[in-house]
């Protein structure tokens, strides 16, 4: 209900981090129609976050060692998680877990190598 915020973040070098779900805690978006656009280049990247709310737009791109986790609880949101490591290879890793009704999920897991991921969708959702 309402506008929410416009988050963009991009981290773009180096170790890279963003946590919540629980790395070790914050990294918590709670509330309804927000845009959420979280981008990680090269090196170590990481994740967490955790989103409670309806109506959320997540797109997380990820580039080289990657990993995410990301919670998800609510309705009619939508996430879009690219794992990516270009040319060399993969290190991907995810757990996605999302909570609710009518949420759209995208996850890709691009290059060769090292692919792992663990999908927990509970209500009446649509993944590819």
């Given amino acids: 209900s309402g506008d929410g915020i416009d988050l963009d973040i991009v981290q773009d070098g180096t170790d890279n981090l963003i946590t919540g779900s629980d790395l070790t ?13 979280l981008t990680q280049k090269n090196a170590g990247n990481v994740l967490g ?8 737009d997540v797109d ?3 580039d080289t060692e990657q990993n995410a986790v990301v919670n998800i609880t609510g309705a009619s949101n ?14 991907h890793f995810s757990k ?9 999920i995208t996850i890709d897991q ?3 190598g090292n ?4 999908l927990d969708v ?3 959702n649509s993944q590819s």
């Avoid at 805690?25 to 656009?37: F, H, K, L, R, V």
């Fill in 60 to 62: 997380i791109w990820q």
């Fill in 96 to 104: 996605v877990t999302v909570n609710g009704n009518s949420n759209s």
């Fill in 115 to 118: 692919k792992i991921l663990f």
């Fill in 25 to 37: 805690n914050a990294g918590s978006i709670q509330g309804d129609n927000n845009e959420i656009t």
């Fill in 49 to 56: 976050i955790d989103v409670n709310g309806n109506t959320n």
């Fill in 110 to 112: 691009k290059e060769t």
């Fill in 78 to 91: 939508t996430l879009d998680l690219e794992q990516l490591h270009l040319s060399n290879s993969g290190e």
């Fill in 122 to 124: 509970d209500g009446s």
